[in-house]
């Protein structure tokens, strides 16, 4: 089976503009989350989608948005990049929203750099 | 709320000793814990986790952890380093609350494993 799988790898942007990344979620998953990783720290939540709707959103501004497709998939898109928003950027799924029972898989995650 | 510390930033040990990562962590409600393992270069993985059954967890590549109420810890051991064992360590705590799904990092362990 396919783990999730995240696209770009890679990308470079310039302040001011806008990026879209995508996550493809383990088959069977309906819950997607999503995370930044800062260079040397770990990463922070942004968002949680289960069932096409969000159901979780961490300390980020509004520039940051994502959808969930009827197939799951998910998008993570941020508006006016500033250098600060260069990061890794990580998708995980699961089965479900809940985490007490329900791992999270982690894809190999989306390398931003804002220049 | 929610909240991890872990805390050495930095663990060095030689091959065939142990190996301790060390954690405490924060929770308004009855957490699950768990620890993820990240290599250069690729995902996160789950080591092991707790979700209220047994307070002494055994995970994966020789990796147990202990929950401890009382120590407010949830320290990582083996037995014996393995030069693959080198790796980035993060412990990460859910608080299970009601609507709350979102896993908090704490900041890394990076372990380096001498020959």
């Known amino acids: 089976d396919a783990g999730v799988t995240q696209s770009p790898t890679h990308l470079i942007k310039t302040r001011g503009q806008h990026v879209t990344l995508r996550c493809s979620p383990i088959?069977?998953?309906?819950?997607v989350s999503w995370y930044q990783q800062v260079l040397g720290q770990g990463p922070q939540f942004i968002f949680q989608?289960?069932?096409?709707?969000?159901?979780g959103r961490g300390n980020f501004p509004d520039r940051f948005s994502a959808r969930q497709f009827p197939n799951y998939s998910s998008e993570l898109n941020v508006n006016a990049l500033l250098l600060g928003d260069s990061a890794l950027y990580l998708c995980?799924?699961?089965?479900?929203?809940?985490?007490?029972?329900?791992?999270?898989?982690f894809g190999p995650g989306t390398r931003l750099t804002v220049l | 709320a929610q909240s991890v510390t872990q805390l050495d930033s930095h663990v060095s040990v030689s091959e065939g000793t142990p190996v301790l990562l060390r954690c405490n962590y924060s929770?308004?409600?009855?957490?699950?814990l768990f620890w993820y393992v990240q290599h250069p270069n690729k995902g996160l993985q789950l080591l092991l986790k707790y979700t209220s059954a047994a307070t002494l967890v055994k995970g994966i590549n020789g990796f147990e952890a202990e929950f401890k109420k009382s120590e407010t810890s949830f320290h990582l051991t083996k037995p014996s380093a393995h030069m693959s064992d080198a790796a980035e360590y993060f412990c990460?705590?859910?608080?299970?609350?009601?609507?709350?799904?979102?896993?908090?990092f704490g900041a890394g362990t990076t372990v380096t494993v001498r020959a």
């Open positions: 990460v705590v859910s608080d299970n609350a009601p609507n709350d799904y979102k896993l908090s």
């Open positions: 995980a799924s699961s089965l479900v929203a809940q985490t007490r029972y329900n791992e999270q898989f």
């Open positions: 989608y289960y069932e096409k709707e969000e159901r």
């Open positions: 088959s069977g998953h309906k819950s």
């Open positions: 929770s308004s409600y009855s957490p699950s």
